[in-house]
T-cell receptor, first 107, second 113 residues
Framework: QKEVEQNSGPLSVPEGAIASLNCTYS??????FFWYRQYSGKSPELIMS????GDKEDGRFTAQLNKASQYVSLLIRDSQPSDSATYLC???????FGAGTRLTVKP | EPEVTQTPSHQVTQMGQEVILRCVPI?????FYWYRQILGQKVEFLVS????????KSEIFDDQFSVERPDGSNFTLKIRSTKLEDSAMYFC???????????FGPGTRLTVT
């Protein structure tokens, strides 16, 4: 069965630190990968998309994709308390979401 | 900035009743989706819709569910004969193409009593 796996956390980092979120997927044919942020009681909000191996940077966020290892990650630099949320990894070949990693950034 | 909208924000219904959840996708998007999220659990794909027909559906999307695009803007999810376990947040999403970024609406919280 195709799966998207994430560490559920919680992951706690101090303000200003780098938060590293990881995701693995089982379907080698997957082509598009996304990170969403979800605040409690709200809908998923798109942060990053990545389609090819390597790094993609957008402001404080960097997504990394390694298709050979079936691994995608999200780095958040200079973490802020407002980044505290659940981060969802999504593989949209078959519309699968991971269960999410809960991140807490402590002031 | 264009956004996906959903109505109602909260729907309470009795077990066995039919409900219709409504969504207005982003206007130039061609693919539409419904997801659900039971409290404390992961986001689960229900169905995708393209060119006025279902393109993919999950095992959750059984005969109890149906989708429709009744006009040029609305996209609906109908749940017939609701069950207690249908209580969840239902999210609509849309994208320009199948593998492109999906943008989510604010969700409808469905409570079945």
């Amino acid at each position: 069965q195709k799966e998207v796996e994430q560490n559920s956390g919680p992951l706690s980092v101090p303000e200003g630190a780098i938060a590293s979120l990881n995701c693995t997927y089982s379907d080698r044919g997957s082509q598009s990968f996304f990170w969403y942020r979800q605040y409690s009681g709200k809908s998923p909000e798109l942060i990053m998309s990545i389609y090819s191996n390597g790094d993609k940077e957008d402001g404080r966020f960097t997504a990394q994709l390694n298709k050979a290892s079936q691994y995608v990650s999200l780095l958040i630099r200079d973490s802020q308390p407002s980044d505290s949320a659940t981060y969802l990894c999504a593989v949209t070949n078959d519309m699968r979401f991971g269960a999410g990693t809960r991140l807490t950034v402590k002031p | 900035e264009p956004e996906v909208t959903q109505t109602p924000s909260h729907q309470v219904t009795q077990m066995g009743q039919e409900v219709i959840l409504r969504c207005v996708p982003i206007s130039n998007h061609l693919y539409f989706y419904w997801y659900r999220q039971i409290l404390g659990q992961k986001v689960e794909f229900l169905v995708s819709f393209y060119n006025n027909e279902i393109s993919e559906k999950s095992e959750i999307f059984d005969d109890q569910f149906s989708v429709e695009r009744p006009d040029g803007s609305n996209f609906t999810l109908k749940i017939r004969s609701t069950k207690l376990e249908d209580s969840a947040m239902y999210f609509c999403a849309s994208s320009e193409a199948r593998t492109y970024e999906q943008y989510f609406g604010p969700g409808t919280r469905l409570t079945v009593t």
